[in-house]
């Protein structure tokens, strides 16, 4: 019998914040911010943004690519970027970082050309994680 993979944040202390099942399983880590924010990745490109405290979902995004075979796999995890006062959340893979803002996952700006298209490697993947 196969299950739905299950989502469980915990708290610094080990304590179990709550339980989700979910569809698709997370292929990231999950990024928490200082507003209450869990953000994390899945297999079919989506991005999500969960209240930390409550584990409702407060909105989710697909990463729309055009990348093809094995690049539309990615294990990145996302990360904050900053400039100035504004804050946005970039993810990485498919052949695109983009840009999305933490309140509703809107695309901010997307970067292409990590694969280039007249040169396509059908089974690049990209992994990646921040370095503290």
Do not use: C
Not at 57 to 74: H, N
Not at 98 to 125: F, M, Q, T
């Amino acid at each position: 019998m196969i299950t739905a993979p299950i989502f469980v944040p915990l708290a610094r202390d080990g304590r179990v914040l709550w339980k989700q099942r979910v569809r698709t399983p997370y292929n990231t880590a999950a990024l928490t911010t200082a507003g209450g924010l869990a953000f994390v990745g899945d297999w079919d490109r989506n991005v999500y943004a969960y209240d930390v405290q409550t584990g409702k979902e407060v909105w989710k995004v697909t990463r729309k690519s055009d990348a093809r075979d094995e690049s539309m796999e990615a294990y990145t995890s996302p990360v904050i970027w900053r400039k100035g006062k504004e804050e946005y959340l970039v993810t990485l893979g498919a052949d695109y970082a983009i840009a999305h803002r933490l309140d509703n996952g809107a695309e901010i700006w997307r970067l292409g050309g990590l694969n280039p298209k007249d040169s396509y490697n059908d089974a690049l993947r990209l992994i990646a994680s921040p370095v503290a």
